[in-house]
């Protein structure tokens, strides 16, 4: 059976516009005489501007914020190679990014990041003795761009304070475009995925507008990869799994709006 504290925290963590519905309901159900309604009715109404009050307090006035970054994109790379073995190098890059971020009450928020990257890519130990190589090469596989947006869930501690730390977690679709082969093979084609995403960051607050931010990300991400190297063996055909697992780390300007 539930006790009235445990109804009223239930009440308060309403959207205020079911609040006094829902005490409405349980004042009908409990009463029998006009006056105990007239006395119910009363401490409904009182509840239910104290779950208004506190709705203004938990959202904030201005529930947009927009960063612009510079991100170094690092992967923390790995790969299954067939036919040939070997691992796989991926650069290091640095970009712009740009991302919006959305509070649904002054803790709770999802961000959007957007940004592209072009990443060189090589095998490196690969055994190329069956087309009369060495059995330790470094295969050129040209460069590919990477168009990842990311959507996160994000908890920001001490929203009114002038340091805000955060961290978020959410999901990555990556999308592999404009690849281009380099000189050595004929075709490199890979696969669009999904990756796992996490966050950890902090706002520093320069004004009521403006603040300065760190930021660092972890995805985790696969894609399957075909190498079409027909051009140095009949038929020859390279399939890889390839873990990317990029780490991102930015730092930018931010504004409240």
């Known amino acids: 059976m ?26 009908l159900r409990q009463t029998n005489t006009l006056n105990d309604m007239k006395k119910l009715f009363l401490i409904a109404l009182t509840l239910t501007l104290g779950a208004l009050s506190l709705q203004a307090q938990t959202i904030p006035n201005q529930r947009w914020q927009m960063r612009l970054r510079g991100v170094a994109v690092m992967p923390n790379e790995s790969a299954k190679i067939n036919t040939i073995g070997g691992d796989v190098d991926i650069n290091t890059k640095f970009i712009p990014e740009l991302d919006f971020t959305y509070f649904f009450t002054k803790n709770i928020a999802a961000e959007l990041i957007l940004g592209t990257t072009k990443h060189k890519v090589h095998t490196t130990g690969s055994d190329l003795t069956a087309i ?23 908890y920001h501690f001490f929203p009114d304070g002038a340091i805000k730390p955060y961290v978020g977690a959410g999901i990555n679709y990556t999308i592999f475009y404009s690849a281009n082969a380099g000189s050595t093979v004929k075709h490199v084609k890979y696969d669009n995925a999904f990756g796992f995403a996490t966050q950890l960051g902090i706002d520093f607050k320069l004004s ?22 027909s051009n140095l063996a009949p038929s020859l055909s390279i399939p890889a799994k390839v873990d990317i697992n990029p780490f991102l780390l930015g730092f930018g300007v931010g504004m409240k709006f």
Do not use: C, E, M
């Not at 308060?12 to 349980?26: E, V």
């Not at 009521?208 to 190297?229: M, W």
């Open 2 to 27: 539930y006790t009235t504290p445990s109804i009223i925290s239930f009440i308060f963590q309403l959207d205020y516009r079911h609040s006094f519905a829902l005490i409405l309901a349980i004042v």
């Open 132 to 154: 009369g190589g060495s059995s330790s090469s470094n295969v050129d596989l040209g460069s590919v761009w990477l168009l990842p947006p990311t959507l996160t869930a994000q």
């Open 208 to 229: 009521d507008k403006y603040f300065v931010n760190l930021d660092a990300k972890y995805i985790l991400l696969k894609t399957d990869v075909n190498v079409d190297a």
